[in-house]
């Protein structure tokens, strides 16, 4: 005999499914961390399509030289950030406390960079190393906690994260048509400069053959006047 599940049953378990299998989704991330220095400033460099949120979520983690391990936080630190493109247009400068959130949209296309410095003055680095900078950096991502947090019951929570996922989607699909450009701008200059070779390497050969020429007139023309031929 075969068993039928009941529709409230089969709807509850589909909707957990879906929660969890959102859940993972959304909550996938790329973070990472470096070491800096005594007033030393690291940048990095993101390509980023245009009209484009960008967030920034950072830990400054002080050395301890007593534990010789870095502290949890580092009380009294703050981090300076600074966002530029290539044409040298400000996006970001700002002053933030040891942990934080920063914030900043594309105006264009293109490489971003993104630099961070401690604003400390007396450290007690060890191996030159006094501050640890944890970076988590999201490409075209809006804070889906606080909406989740206001969400009353399941359906709306699940309505946040589909809605959410549809932006990252969005995301990929604005990041596929950048990337497709750089393609085409990359083939259309790859083709230009072949051709710029080709024509250059004909210029080349003609070059080569009329001053094979000449000399050849130019011997004859000796050879003449001094009646050796």
């Not at 529709?7 to 969890?20: D, I, R, S």
């Not at 391990?69 to 290539?86: C, K």
């Amino acid at each position: 005999m075969s068993k039928k599940a009941l529709p409230g049953v089969a709807k509850a378990t589909g909707m957990q499914t879906l929660t969890f299998l959102l859940s993972f989704c959304v909550s996938l991330s790329t973070a990472f961390y470096f070491h800096v220095g005594e007033q030393e400033e690291k940048c990095i460099i993101e390509d980023i399509p245009s009209d484009t949120l960008i967030t920034g979520i950072f830990k400054l983690q002080q050395w301890d030289v007593g534990r010789h391990d870095f502290l949890e936080s580092a009380p009294g630190l703050g981090l300076f950030v600074t966002v530029t493109t290539y044409d040298d247009e400000v996006l970001l400068s700002k002053l933030y406390g040891p942990q934080g959130t920063f914030y900043f949209t594309s105006h264009s296309p293109g490489e971003h960079i993104i630099c961070l410095e401690s604003n400390s003055t007396r450290l007690m680095s060890f191996g030159g190393s006094g501050l640890r900078i944890h970076l988590d950096i999201r490409v075209g991502e809006h804070d889906l906690d606080a909406a989740i947090a206001q969400a009353k019951d399941k359906v709306n929570e699940v309505s946040f994260k589909l809605e959410h996922l549809i932006e990252q989607i969005e995301q990929i699909v604005k990041e596929q048509n950048y990337q497709r450009d750089r393609e085409e701008s990359f083939r259309t200059t790859s083709e230009d400069t072949n051709n710029n070779v080709l024509w250059w390497a004909f210029a080349q050969t003609l070059i080569f053959i009329s001053v094979g020429i000449f000399q050849m007139k130019y011997l004859k023309d000796f050879f003449i006047a001094k009646k050796l031929v």
